[in-house]
């Protein structure tokens, strides 16, 4: 998982500088990608910079904190509705101040390194987090619990959120693993590496990605490269890529040879599994009911998303999203 890139110059308007400071009663931390930040004891003022971090941030019931989020930010709905600093790539530092902010929460995968050195500049500290695996974003949820005086919600909710997460696992204990070609962009085929956090979810659900032995976490393949792969099941996360439609698959070139296209294995799974949040365990529920159907009865209490209704859907056709 890469970390902020390296930071560059850019001059900070003298007048945003007067309008920040840091409140009284700090202490230094050390966020997940390694940078040293002083935070406020009791942070009460959040601005997200990543949706990942919403949606965490909600579901640790510290949504009345948040005072502002990124355009992407889309869940759940009240999100939307917060006043939003811009992309993650490049937030208007002018929207952020504005919101005046006790602390900023950003990520080491979505956001730049200079973003936080021109929020240093400014007094406003940003702590960013880091997820390469499901560990990691139980992780991550820990850390910000101790970061934001809510060390008990994050506890509980780790707890709970492993809880699944070890009923999935034990449900497909001892099942033959299934291939999977994860699709993450149709054209050019870009899939994900064996270190990202949907690779770690593939080989929690009972499957392993024909890309597990490939180190980039987003490689990029050819057709026939992924065809000699034979997977057989191929994913596409919901709203995060697009594609023909499943009966036009059929008749493409090189796509029509794929077995998972021949036998129709194609699924659309939740596009939470692009997002290292507490939703990631929703896809990794509903991964292995696809890859591993017989071990699920989702009619009966047993069902690791029993009490939730299911988003996983059957493939018809692809939309485009943003988000992470």
């Not at 997820?131 to 005086?149: H, K, Y």
Request: net charge negative; with cysteine; aromatic share 4%.
């Amino acid at each position: 998982m890469r970390h902020y890139l390296h930071p560059v110059c850019v001059a900070i308007p003298a007048a945003l500088v007067a309008l920040s400071s840091l409140g009284a009663g700090t202490r230094v931390v050390t966020d997940e990608t390694g940078r040293r930040v002083e935070v406020p004891d009791h942070p009460r003022r959040l601005v997200s910079l990543a949706p990942s971090i919403t949606e965490t941030l909600y579901a640790l019931g510290l949504g009345d904190e948040l005072v502002g989020d990124t355009d992407y930010c889309d869940y759940p709905p009240e999100a939307t509705k917060k006043p939003h600093v811009g992309g993650q790539m490049n937030p208007s530092l002018e929207a952020i101040v504005a919101l005046k902010p006790d602390l900023v929460l950003g990520t080491a995968e979505g956001n730049r390194r200079e973003t936080a050195e021109q929020l240093s500049h400014l007094k406003i500290p940003l702590y960013g987090v880091a997820a390469g695996t499901v560990d990691d974003m139980f992780r991550s949820i820990t850390d910000l619990g101790e970061v934001l005086d809510e060390r008990q919600r994050a506890q509980d909710l780790v707890g709970s959120l492993r809880q699944r997460a070890q009923a999935v696992e034990k449900a497909v204990a001892g099942e033959k693993s299934v291939k999977v070609l994860f699709v993450v962009q149709y054209e050019p085929l870009i899939t994900a590496g064996r270190d990202t956090f949907i690779a770690d979810v593939i080989r929690r659900a009972g499957g392993k990605s024909v890309t597990d032995d490939m180190s980039q976490e987003w490689p990029r393949l050819s057709l026939e490269s992924a065809l000699a792969l034979d997977p057989d099941v191929i994913l596409f996360p919901e709203s995060h890529t697009f594609s023909p439609p499943l009966e036009q698959l059929k008749s493409l070139p090189v796509w029509k040879d794929f077995r998972a296209v021949r036998n129709g294995r194609l699924y659309l799974v939740p596009e939470t599994i692009v997002r290292p949040c507490p939703r990631l365990i929703d896809a990794l529920e509903d991964v292995a009911k696809i890859l591993h159907p017989e071990r699920f009865d989702s009619g009966t209490q047993s069902s690791p998303s029993a009490g939730r209704r299911s988003v996983l859907t059957r493939h018809s056709s692809l939309v485009t999203g943003v988000g992470r």
